[in-house]
T-cell receptor, first 114, second 111 residues
Framework: GDSVTQMEGPVTLSEEAFLTINCTYT??????LFWYVQYPGEGLQLLLKATKADDKGSNKGFEATYRKETTSFHLEKGSVQVSDSAVYFCALSDGGTSYGKLTFGQGTILTVHP | DTAVSQTPKYLVTQMGNDKSIKCEQN?????MYWYKQDSKKFLKIMFS???????INETVPNRFSPKSPDKAHLNLHINSLELGDSAVYFC??????????FGEGSWLTVV
């Protein structure tokens, strides 16, 4: 079945550091890929998405590129802020007959210190 | 003007009790979900409804019963609560595959 694997956390960075959170996936067909963010005490919010190979999703300074050859969708940000501290989830949706359900990675906790 | 709202936000109850969590979305979406997040933050889908029709039931115990009276509401009823049911339950809705709007979660603690 479909699966998503993220790098182990927690990740701790200083403000303005470069961020990479690795994500790889296994899926049949051609999934769409997503990054969701969960701030403390809140529900998940869509951060960015890419629906086909080589697409780049971007939002709020975060970027991720859909790499079919390496089955990856790594999240990057050039300069993190304290307000980026949250849990980040990589996810895929295998449109087909899955009715849009998301398969999530295990989440990566990011803490950014001033 | 909350898009996906669920109540209660916090629920502490004893083993063996029956409880319900209600969810409403005002986005006009056809598809609604229940997801469960465990203590390690792992998220897993439980149910999905499309226009009041159950379309996904992911090996959830029979003690969990979703009900969708209309496409804007999806409630979750849990019978005979167990310690292992303690988790955060998220209601969500969507209009296209994968782009999902989540509620703020209901923190269930079974003691």
């Amino acid at each position: 079945g479909d699966s998503v694997t993220q790098m182990e956390g927690p990740v701790t960075l200083s403000e303005e550091a470069f961020l990479t959170i690795n994500c790889t996936y296994t899926a049949t067909g051609y999934p769409s890929l997503f990054w969701y963010v969960q701030y403390p005490g809140e529900g998940l919010q869509l951060l960015l998405k890419a629906t086909k190979a080589d697409d780049k999703g971007s939002n709020k300074g975060f970027e991720a590129t859909y790499r079919k050859e390496t089955t990856s969708f790594h999240l990057e940000k050039g300069s993190v802020q304290v307000s980026d501290s949250a849990v980040y989830f990589c996810a895929l949706s295998d449109g087909g007959t899955s009715y849009g359900k998301l398969t999530f990675g295990q989440g990566t906790i990011l803490t950014v210190h001033p | 003007d909350t898009a996906v709202s669920q109540t209660p936000k916090y629920l502490v109850t004893q083993m063996g009790n029956d409880k319900s969590i209600k969810c409403e979305q005002n986005l006009g979406h056809d598809t609604m979900y229940w997801y469960k997040q465990d203590s390690k933050k792992f998220l897993k889908i439980m149910f999905s409804y499309n226009n009041k029709e159950l379309i996904i039931n992911e090996t959830v115990p029979n003690r969990f019963s979703p009900k969708s009276p209309d496409k804007a509401h999806l409630n979750l009823h849990i019978n005979s609560l167990e310690l292992g049911d303690s988790a955060v339950y998220f209601c969500a809705s969507s209009y296209e595959p994968g782009t999902i709007y989540f509620g703020e979660g209901s923190w269930l603690t079974v003691v």
